[in-house]
Nanobody, 121 residues
Framework: QVQLVESGGGLVQAGGSLRLSCAAS????????MGWYRQAPGKQRELVAA???????NYADSVKGRFAISRDNAKKMVYLQMNSLKPEDTAVYYC???????????????WGQGTQVTVSS
């Protein structure tokens, strides 16, 4: 099976930046879609960003222009660069992978354990 492990979360002031990393193992990293989802306290899980094996990206409207997703297939890594962070970005961020439905609806085959991102005002 595929294992995904996130890192890079932490506490940051509003307006600051964080870079999340996701390391994949147990595959050739040929999963069609890799993505980042988040879940804030009292909220449902939502898409943050996704990227296909060919490099096509999509983002939630709330993060477009502030966040950037990328992947390095040779290193089996996925990244999420988060800039201009806001308190409403506070959530547990999950790395995920799967097929087409993982791009938007959270129907992913593989999930990481999550990493906490807290943005203070």
């Amino acid at each position: 099976q595929v294992q995904l492990v996130e890192s890079g979360g932490g506490l940051v002031q509003a307006g600051g930046s964080l870079r999340l990393s996701c390391a994949a193992s147990g595959s050739h990293f040929s999963i069609n879609t890799m993505g980042w989802y988040r879940q804030a306290p009292g909220k449902q899980r939502e898409l943050v960003a996704a990227i296909t094996s060919g490099g096509t990206t999509n983002y939630a409207d709330s993060v477009k222009g502030r966040f950037a997703i990328s992947r390095d297939n040779a290193k089996k890594m996925v990244y999420l660069q988060m800039n201009s962070l806001k308190p409403e970005d506070t959530a547990v961020y999950y790395c995920a992978g799967g097929s087409y439905n993982c791009r938007f609806r959270g129907q992913c085959d593989y999930w990481g354990q999550g990493t906490q991102v807290t943005v203070s005002s």
